[in-house]
C-alpha cells in the first residue's frame, strides 16, 4: 500500500498504537530499505522520515546539492511496509525564531573522529532526532551501524536525556564489492567507484590483523588505503562504546575522501593484545 505522507504535528499526533521511526534523509537505497524492514515487525505503525536537515551540514558542504529524490523514495517506503512518510518542510523542524535558540551538545563523544572533522555536525544530527523524537514520539528508533559514531551519540542522547526511545542498530548494508551502500555513493565517478572499495578492503585487513593488536590492525588497514591511493581522514581502533581500545571487542572506523565524496565504513573486530603484550591507546 501507498504509504501516507504526513507534513505536520497534528497529523502525526493522530497516530495510534506503538510506532517505529526510521529517520532518513531521503536519497534511498537498499541499506535504507533494510532499516525499514527491520523496523516493521517491531511496532504497528512504521513511520519513514524524510528530512534534509541543513543544521547538520557545514558551509560549503553538500546540502544544496544532496540528492532528493521524492518519487523513488516514496516507492521504496511502499516495497519496505512503511505506513506513514513524515516530510517535514523547515519550518515544521524549525521554527522561525527558534534556529539555534536550543540545541543538544553532543558533548565529548561528538568532538571525536567525525566530530573533530566536522565540528557541528553532531550538534545538528542531534537536535534534529531530538525533533524527530518530540514529534514522532517512537516507542523504537532504527539507526544503520554505518554511521556508528552517529549510533552511539543517538543511544547516549536517548538515555541521558531520558528519551524513553528504544534505538536500535542494524548492520551496515554493502554492495558486492564490499562498499557500504550510501546516499553520497551516486557522487562517485566511475574510477572513484573502484578505488571506493578500498575502505571495506582497509577494514577487512585490519580485522584480519586484530590478534596482533591495535597498531598492527591500523597498519595493515592503512596499508591497503595506500594500495587504493586512498589518504585517511582517520583510521581509528576503539572500544565498541568508542572509547579506548583494550583487548577483546573493539571497533574499527575508517573515514577517507574518494574524489569529492568522503565515505565512512566501519567493523566489529577483536583484538589481541599489541607486540609488547600490553593494551595501547585507542587511537
Ligand atoms: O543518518 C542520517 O540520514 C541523518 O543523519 C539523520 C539521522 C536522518 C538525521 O538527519
New binding site residues.
Partial sequence: MTPRVVRTAAELRALEGTIALV???GALHDGHVQLMKHARPLAETLVA?I?V?PT?FAAGEDFGEYPRTWDDDLQRCEEAGVDVVFAPEVATMYPAGLVDQVTVDPGPLGSILEGEQRPTHFRG?LT??AKLFGLVRPDVAV??EK?YQ?LAL?RLMADALCLDVEVVGCPTVREADGLAMSSRNRYLTADERVRAVALSQALDAGVAAGSDGPEAVRAAALARLTDFGVVPDYVAVTSPDLGQAVPGAARLLIAARVGKPRLLDNRALTLGPDALGHAPEGS
Fill in positions: 529517520p532518513t534523509m522520515s528530512f536537515n547538520q544530527v534534529v532526532v539507526f544503520g554511521d552517529q543517538i
